[in-house]
């Protein structure tokens, strides 16, 4: 089994791919990305078990429209499964992607937003 080593850009709006990932990479993060944009945590969590990844592993490589996953939740109104990934991947991931800084720009009372600051106060704790 390979690793997910590149992003994955996912047609706006549409199911196609433009595979930049080896061949099992494309398809779990075509996937991954399909069940984010339709709010679907629980297949996601059962992909991420059946395959045994964490979302951790995955987090900081799969790409959906050139965003990360949060981004891709919160542009799709997926609001349950990006609190589940906002709760799920590392705190360092989410500096290193830029999902802390980008944040800022959503509305206070997002819920996406509000997940993370959470996972971002523990740490300062």
């Not at 080593?5 to 047609?11: G, K």
């Not at 339709?38 to 900081?60: A, G, M, Q, T, W």
């Not at 919160?74 to 999902?99: C, K, M, P, T, W």
Request: charged fraction near 20%; charge should be neutral; proline fraction near 2%.
């Amino acid at each position: 089994m390979t690793t997910l080593s590149a992003a994955l850009v996912l047609a706006s709006g549409s199911v196609g791919a433009q595979p930049m990932l080896s061949s099992f990479g494309d398809d779990m993060a075509l996937l991954f990305c399909s069940q984010i944009r339709h709010n679907n945590s629980y297949d996601f969590r059962n992909k991420l078990r059946e395959y045994r990844l964490r979302i951790r592993d995955i987090y900081p490589r799969v790409r959906c429209n050139g965003e990360t996953m949060i981004q891709f939740a919160q542009r799709n109104g997926s609001f349950d499964i990006g609190r589940f990934i906002a709760h799920s991947v590392l705190i360092d991931d989410l500096y290193e992607v830029g999902d802390a800084n980008w944040i800022r720009q959503l509305p206070e009372q997002n819920t996406i937003r509000q997940a993370i600051e959470e996972r971002l106060q523990q740490v300062s704790q």
